[in-house]
């Protein structure tokens, strides 16, 4: 009985609904805001909030009115979001891809307060937990995947244009491929240098280190890092 009350839209609801949103939504703002992430604890409490805000009026419009698909609104939630979420992707100066994990974090957190706009308590909370655990605990996983491939997304800097061609030579002899080459002048930098960011693979079973100090050594080379 007191469970299909809290389904129902008055007063009592309301508020559940209102605070659960707040404190799911801090969770995971606090999560992305500790990580100094574009988007952080006020973002996502404020999508959350918004989300179940949007849910519960559309109830209300279906209860009360008897009109409109109780579905429609937080479906342009979900469409809606992601113009939010692009917000937080950036491209750097070394075309690296960063906020990615924000953007999904933002769009979960926007169908966690769907959820709970709709009563659907019990999902709402599990997927919070879930999305805190992936966002808190799977970068480790992550970054152990990574370091463990064979291939890796690798910024060089290069003087002149010679030393690139004996680059690649080198690369092949030393069982390395070098592909999805990117060449472009440092504009920072008042001597010649070439900028090139690619993709790395080695044929022999080394770790990104050993494979760093490999491109390292190589003739021409000035600077190199792991993207």
Known sequence: MAQMILRELDITSICIRILLSLIIGGILGMERGRKNRPA???TYILVCFGSALVMMTNQYIYQCFGVS????MGAQVISGIGFLGAGTIM???RHQIKG???AAGL???ACC?????????EAAVVGGIVIFLIMEFLEKTDGIIKKHSSVMEVYMEFRGKKPFSSFLTYARENGLDITNIQ???NKYRKESMICVICTVESHEKRTHGEMLDMIGSAEGVDFVEEL
């Open 40 to 42: 952080g604890f006020r």
């Open 69 to 72: 698909d109780p579905a429609r």
């Open 91 to 93: 491209v750097t100066g």
């Open 100 to 102: 990615i994990t924000t």
């Open 107 to 109: 769009w979960t957190s």
């Open 113 to 121: 307060g769907l959820a709970i706009g709709i009563g659907f308590y």
């Open 183 to 185: 060449m472009s002048k």
